[in-house]
């Protein structure tokens, strides 16, 4: 069976909206203290321009890929960090989708996972959410039943959920 991209996707901008906020309040600022005072001091109004740039790249630059396997996290606007996680590694999902997502039809998807240098993803501000979040979980049952993995707690006693001890 050969890997195939199931879906691709990148966090949505309205995710740094109070980030641009500020930056605009800043700019704003920066100008009428231009009017007022020292004319200069409008050339610091690239500051502000430049952190909402590096915000939008940032953002634009994060790249999240389920494929029938894995989950891949590319990340870095410059130096690219590619991360992945295996499907069968994931434990559980949980989706979250706050108001002001919900008005654009965007939601969070926070994964628990069994994997040592990921034990938490969240995939952030991504459209379609309850369609990838069911797209997720059925590759997660397959490749749990096809590589017959398991999870098993244990409570702090040693004991398994139910009540078992064991031997």
């Known amino acids: 069976m050969t890997e195939e991209i199931l879906w691709k996707g990148r966090p949505s901008q309205w995710l740094n909206l109070g980030k641009y906020l500020a930056g605009l309040i800043g700019v704003a600022g920066i100008a009428v203290a231009g009017m007022f005072s020292f004319p200069l001091i409008w050339a610091a109004a690239v500051l502000p321009l430049a952190w909402m740039v590096w915000v939008c790249l940032q953002t634009r630059c994060r790249v999240y890929e389920l494929t029938t396997e894995r989950l891949r996290l590319y990340d870095g606007v410059f130096n690219q960090t ?9 434990k559980d999902t949980t989706m979250e989708r706050p108001f002001w997502f ?7 998807l926070h994964l628990d996972t069994s994997d040592r240098s990921h034990p938490q993803v969240t995939i952030k501000a991504v459209p379609d959410g309850i369609d990838l979040r069911e797209t997720l979980r059925k590759q997660v049952e397959y490749w749990r039943d096809r590589k017959r993995v398991r999870e098993v707690d244990f409570d702090e006693g040693g004991e398994l959920e139910g009540g078992d001890l064991l031997t």
């Open 82 to 90: 590619i991360d992945e996680v295996e499907l069968y590694r994931v």
């Open 102 to 108: 919900r008005m654009f039809g965007l939601s969070n």
